[in-house]
């Protein structure tokens, strides 16, 4: 997997060469697609970074190439550009997520600006992404009696109240809990319960 | 034989031929005598009189004053279709001639037995029973003393000529029934243009009541001046033979209007030459009008065809010209980035130029903005507008304009004012007509001043924006129509921007008018101020 990159879609030739030039500009990384689709083709592995892409071209257009996007879970932010300054379409734009509506000609600013925006964006999904798989790969690791036990650990509720509850004893949920700091690396439960705060447990 | 004796008789002999003429003479004169003397005489003798009597093809009659005719000749008795002369002869003229006309020819025969001379016409019953027209010259016949005795008449047969006569008569008045009656105007007109006659439709088609006000009269007082030199040309082409047709234009005896459709043919006489220009002439008013309101509507129609065609074409222009903006600017600010980055301070002058760049650009694209939202088609969006932003806009889109024409604007816009309630592009468009129409007031009038001033009020929630030149103005006749569809003075102009102008101005909840300056004109547009009180 390469780095973040900046993919950038526009049917004009010479704007696409003025936006790389100004995304190497300041060291970014940047790919030129002439329509969406041609970019759409390799979408998968180019995955990580930001789509900035004209809405009028040829093809599918910004619209419909976000809602691909949007369909494929990639998480990927769209800056979209239109020389026809139209509102509506500009709201539809945001309204599916779109980071930005940019009138051309745009100011360089302005776009460096909406790409950090995005990167950022981009970066703290991948973040999240790779947080939550490894979540779900540790929560795999645990014993069917250590899944009973996370739920009722995360509620703050003590080692005697579990144990009453699932009628074992103190000592056992002792070990237990132990077990499950350790496979989530964690050296406590308040730690253990900032982690996967965002993660949606599906407990049993 | 002597000399003495020849003399004397040569001059017996001379003596004798005078004698004998005399004697001649006398013998004719007595005869004469003896045939007027005597009217009773019924038996013509083969002597002279005699012979011109009977020879005469006319009737020749003596009748007395009572009507009792004494002596007629052979033509009169065919006259009467007769051979016996007994069978009128001694009778009363009265007894022949039909009933309606003897009071008029007992006049006749009183007039002649007075020494009078007389003629009439008359109709006559003949033996066969046949009515028949004469014409007859009476004089009176004298004896030695002087004394009237009797009515020599000479009558004439003029049945035929009074039969084509009274055709004639009712031929003429059957084709004036016919003219008179007829729904277009028929008329006559000689070289000159004078109407010699015109029938009652072609005074109405001039709204005429009395025909003294047309007929007599020129033509050409009723002809519109534009039409008056084809009319020269249809008028000679006819007196040439030749038929021809035209449409024009005539002022009406009551001051109005009206389109015609006239064919002319040429009148001729019995030599064959013409005598008159016969012209029927049709009102083509209404035909007329409604081309006049379709070529009005295909006019309006062609507007809106090109304002549509050039909304599309300023929509696609501004997305393709913004492409290239969109690259050069980048460009320009990508140059001065790199520029930094590098260090190159110095080159501090290059940057400037770059960030000028950057604004041009900026300006060529807010143009292109501006003429792309000024020919969208678009349901008035009403917001609160600073007036000035709105002005600056507009004269930002004006100045190539002004510059072009070297004039100068002067805005005077005091601080503090409401924002306006208004939809923007509208009112752009609105001020956009007033200043071109300004500018091109300006230009037509060498005279005026190159100054265009803009100012702004404001009153009783309501923006005044006035737009005055120091032009020839306009002027009163054409006041009226100023705001009226389809009305200019401009060739290539069609007249839709003043009205166009003061609905959107109206349908906003404003209102747009003209006030005469000296010198020049104001046009003042008045918007209404914040949210309409509903």
């Known amino acids: 997997m390469i780095g973040q990159t900046v993919f950038i879609i526009d049917d004009d030739a010479s704007v696409r060469d003025a936006l790389f030039t100004l995304v190497e500009s300041v060291g970014l990384q940047a790919l030129c697609f002439n329509c969406a689709d041609d970019y759409l083709a390799q979408s998968t592995e180019l995955n990580c970074g930001c789509v900035v892409s004209d809405i009028c071209m040829p093809g599918t257009n910004g619209i419909q190439l976000q809602k691909i996007l949007e369909k494929k879970n990639t998480n990927l932010p769209v800056i979209a550009m239109s020389a026809h300054g139209d509102i509506p379409m500009a709201v539809e734009m945001v309204r599916q997520g779109a980071i930005d509506f940019i009138e051309k000609p745009f100011r360089n600013q302005l776009m460096l600006q909406r790409i950090y925006e995005a990167l950022e964006k981009n970066r703290q999904q991948q973040s999240l992404v790779q947080k939550n798989n490894s979540i779900s790969a540790c929560l795999q690791a645990l014993t069917r009696r250590e899944n009973d036990v996370l739920p009722l650990l995360l509620r703050g509720d003590s080692n005697k109240l579990i144990a009453r509850e699932m009628i074992l004893s103190p000592r056992t949920i002792e070990v237990h809990r132990a077990n499950i700091l350790k496979k989530f690396q964690v050296k406590s439960v308040t730690e253990l319960s900032m982690l996967v705060k965002n993660f949606p447990l599906t407990l049993t | ?534």
């Open chain 2, 1 to 534: 034989m002597e000399p003495v004796n020849l003399a004397l008789l040569v001059s017996i002999f001379t003596g004798l031929l005078i004698l004998s003429w005399l004697w001649m003479q006398y013998r004719f004169k007595l005869k004469m005598r003896l045939l007027i003397d005597a009217p009773g005489t019924r038996h013509s003798r083969n002597d002279l009189f005699q012979t011109l009597f009977e020879a005469a093809p006319e009737c020749i009659k003596l009748q007395a004053e009572d009507g009792l005719i004494e002596q007629i000749n052979s033509a009169g008795l065919a006259i009467l279709e007769t051979s016996m002369s007994s069978k009128i002869i001694g009778q009363s003229i009265y007894g022949v001639m039909a009933a309606e006309y003897h009071t008029e020819y007992r006049h006749l025969t009183n007039r002649v037995f007075k020494g009078g001379t007389g003629f009439m016409e008359f109709e006559l019953v003949t033996f066969k029973g046949k009515r028949r027209w004469l014409e007859t010259h009476a004089v009176p016949l004298r004896d030695e003393h002087g004394k009237i005795y009797a009515l020599l008449a000479i009558t004439r047969d003029i049945d035929k000529h009074k039969r084509m006569t009274q055709q004639l008569v009712e031929q003429r008045n059957r084709l004036n029934t016919i003219i008179e009656s007829e729904p277009e105007c028929v008329k006559l007109q000689d070289q000159s243009g004078i109407i010699i006659e015109m029938n009652p439709a072609g005074l109405a088609l001039l709204s005429a009541t009395n025909p003294d006000g047309v007929i007599g009269h020129s033509v050409y007082e009723f002809i519109r001046e534009e039409y008056q030199q084809r009319y020269k040309e249809l008028t000679s082409n006819v007196f040439n033979g030749v038929r021809d047709n035209m449409e024009f234009e005539v002022n009406t005896v009551t001051g109005g209007r009206r389109w015609l459709e006239t064919h002319a043919a040429p009148l001729l006489d019995s030599n064959g030459r013409v005598s008159a220009l016969l012209a029927i002439t049709r009102d083509i008013d209404g035909r007329k009008k409604n081309e006049l309101k379709l070529r009005n509507q295909q006019q309006e129609l062609a507007h809106m065809c090109r304002l549509n065609t050039l909304g599309e074409l300023a929509s696609g222009l501004a997305h393709e010209l913004k492409q290239p903006l969109c690259a050069i600017s980048s460009y320009a600010e990508s140059a001065v980035m790199l520029n930094d980055a590098q260090g190159c301070h110095e080159n501090k002058k290059v940057n400037d130029i770059l960030h000028k760049i950057v604004e041009e650009t900026a300006r060529a694209s807010g143009i292109i903005n501006g003429l792309r939202d000024f020919v969208r088609k678009s349901s008035p969006v009403p917001q609160a507008i600073k007036i000035n932003g709105l002005l600056d806009e507009i004269l930002e889109l004006m100045e190539p304009e002004r510059r072009r024409w070297g004039i100068k604007i002067d805005v005077t816009i005091p601080a503090g004012l409401s924002a306006a309630w208004v939809d923007r592009v509208q009112t752009q468009q609105i001020m956009m007509n007033l200043i071109n129409n300004a500018i091109q007031a300006i230009n037509e009038s060498p005279q005026s001043k190159k100054l265009l001033e803009i100012s702004v009020l404001e009153k009783h929630d309501q923006l005044h924006i006035e737009v005055r030149d120091f032009a020839e103005g306009i002027s009163e006749l054409l006041r009226p129509h100023l705001f009226t569809s389809f009305f200019t003075t401009k060739p290539e102009g069609i007249g839709i921007g003043l009205s166009l102008s003061r609905g959107i101005a109206e349908a906003q909840g404003g209102q747009l008018n003209y006030q005469s300056v000296q010198p020049g004109s104001v046009f003042c547009l008045i918007i209404p101020c914040n949210i309409p009180r509903r």
